[in-house]
């Protein structure tokens, strides 16, 4: 059931299947959940609004037809859902969240010490680098680099042109290589 198309799984979980629902779901909590915490720097809010992003799959299910890449429209709820809880926290005066104590995709797996206290500081720096971004860049960033999108499926989430997408991209990452410099790029 791993290797079924995930527009198989929608119709599936359309005609009353909630087990196609629930695959549907394992695939892509987590990539959701790593989504939301990279646009929020909070890992419980991401969960709630990962929550809330299947919940509105599931209330819409029988609207949804395979106009595009799966991925596009869970991303694309998962986007508005994040914009929407990031412009009414600014409305109550709350701040960021507080950071993400950890970025999984560099934790190693060398039990060398040094190699591995030389990540932490990295991942710190870039995590603060990051946090430092517009949200857009941000979103941007981590749809290309750690979701492994096309440009053509980023343009669709975040609603606008291929080639937007391009210099958004181009000027996320010259932000973060200069955030990461000013912040001790001796590291990298």
Same mark, same amino acid.
């Given at each position: 059931?791993?290797?079924?198309?995930?527009?198989?799984?929608?119709?599936?979980? *359309?005609?009353?299947?909630?087990?196609?629902?629930?695959?549907?779901?394992?695939?892509? *909590?987590?990539?959701?959940?790593?989504?939301?915490?990279?646009?929020?720097?909070?890992? *419980?809010?991401?969960?709630?609004?990962?929550?809330?992003?299947?919940?509105?799959?599931?209330?819409?299910?029988?609207?949804?037809?395979?106009?595009?890449?799966?991925?596009?429209?869970?991303?694309?709820?998962?986007?508005?859902?994040?914009?929407?809880?990031?412009?009414?926290?600014?409305?109550?005066?709350?701040?960021?969240?507080?950071?993400?104590?950890?970025?999984?995709?560099?934790?190693?797996?060398?039990?060398?010490?040094?190699?591995?206290?030389?990540?932490?500081?990295?991942?710190?720096?870039?995590?603060?680098?990051?946090?430092?971004?517009?949200?857009?860049?941000?979103?941007?960033?981590?749809?290309?680099?750690?979701?492994?999108?096309?440009?053509?499926?980023?343009?669709?989430?975040?609603?606008?042109?291929?080639?937007?997408?391009?210099?958004?991209?181009?000027?996320?990452?010259?932000?973060?290589? *200069?955030?990461?410099?000013?912040?001790?790029?001796?590291?990298?």
């Amino acid at each position: 059931m791993s290797e079924m198309d995930d527009w198989v799984l929608v119709e599936r979980a *359309q005609a009353g299947d909630m087990d196609a629902f629930s695959c549907l779901v394992l695939r892509y *909590q987590r990539p959701v959940v790593h989504f939301c915490a990279r646009m929020l720097g909070s890992e *419980q809010d991401a969960e709630d609004i990962a929550q809330e992003v299947f919940i509105r799959l599931h209330r819409y299910l029988a609207r949804l037809t395979p106009q595009a890449k799966f991925s596009t429209v869970i991303f694309g709820i998962a986007r508005n859902l994040t914009l929407n809880f990031i412009r009414d926290m600014k409305r109550r005066g709350r701040g960021r969240s507080q950071p993400l104590d950890s970025l999984p995709e560099l934790v190693s797996t060398v039990p060398i010490p040094s190699h591995e206290a030389h990540l932490k500081e990295l991942e710190a720096h870039i995590e603060a680098a990051m946090a430092e971004l517009s949200e857009g860049h941000r979103m941007v960033l981590h749809l290309r680099e750690v979701e492994g999108l096309d440009y053509e499926a980023i343009a669709k989430i975040m609603k606008c042109r291929k080639g937007t997408v391009k210099s958004r991209l181009a000027r996320a990452r010259e932000q973060l290589r *200069q955030r990461l410099i000013s912040q001790g790029g001796d590291l990298l």
